[in-house]
């Protein structure tokens, strides 16, 4: 317990000997004395501040800071105190609570969530590099800052329900005849586009498709915030048709690459972004490496 002038009252055996103390020297000493120097301005301005507002009986819980331990070490406490008045003076009971092994129990915790983290950004690294070989460099795996954004925006379409995928296909169809694309190149790239927007209505939410235009290409970006492709399952949703999981829903990628001239993809928790794009003038090149790598697979 301390009055108004910040002076120490009461001070139980228990708080005492988390700090080092017994309590009798401890009563009628400054409060400042079990507070690390680096806090006591903070601490004096901020009483200074709580008596002024004449805030009476509000509580303060939970409050996690450092005291002084007498050999001159922090110690982690976590500090609740409540008002009252008694005589015409205004006193603070207050409950300290030493945090130091739980701070220490998070300290390890997190020290874990970044292992985790750096090997699922390194497990993801390595799909990437494979499935960039393997699809002869037509599906980047990339994080959603590095997407790459050109061209003039087309058309948006809203995929939060299911009239959105015929939305977009009609958009889309107009957009291709109005760029001179040949029909059989804009009813691939509206395939692939479909097949990617019907599966953010089915299977994700706040679903989004943008299309945009550049002077010889037309790009199709659909994002939604669905719960993404996990790592492990990356190399058989992309590559092998008709993979399915509870999570990638036969995401039909591998028809989107036999379709697309290159496709983007960014999942994770947070939710998919596909982006595709297909020149407007195709070239006559076929480029059998993926169907020929996606026939090995199947066989094996």
Sequence with gaps: MIDESGRIGYVNDALA????YSAAPLTGEPLLRLIPERLRGAHQAGLSRYLQTGRRGIPWQGVELAALHRDGH?????????EFAH?????????LRDITERRAAEAV????????????????LFYAEVIRAVTGERLSLVDPARLPVEGQPALEVDLTYPAGCTELRRGLEG????????????????AAAGEAASNAVKHAHDGVAAVFTTSDRI???VSDRGPGIRAEN??????LPGFSTAVSLGMGYTMMLNLADHVWLSTGPQGTIVQMDRRIR?????????RAALERLGRE
């Design 17 to 20: 000997g988390i700090l080092g």
């Design 74 to 82: 922090e110690v982690p406490v976590e500090v609740s105190f409540s």
């Design 87 to 95: 005589g015409g003076r205004r006193y603070f009971v207050g409950f």
């Design 109 to 124: 915790l997190e020290q874990s969530r970044q292992a985790v983290v750096r090997a699922q950004e390194e497990k993801q």
């Design 175 to 190: 957009i291709a005849r109005a760029s001179g694309m040949p029909e059989d190149a804009a009813a691939d790239l509206i």
């Design 219 to 221: 790009v199709v970006r």
């Design 234 to 239: 990356l190399p058989a949703t992309i590559l």
């Design 282 to 290: 195709p070239g006559d090149a076929e480029d059998g490496f993926l």
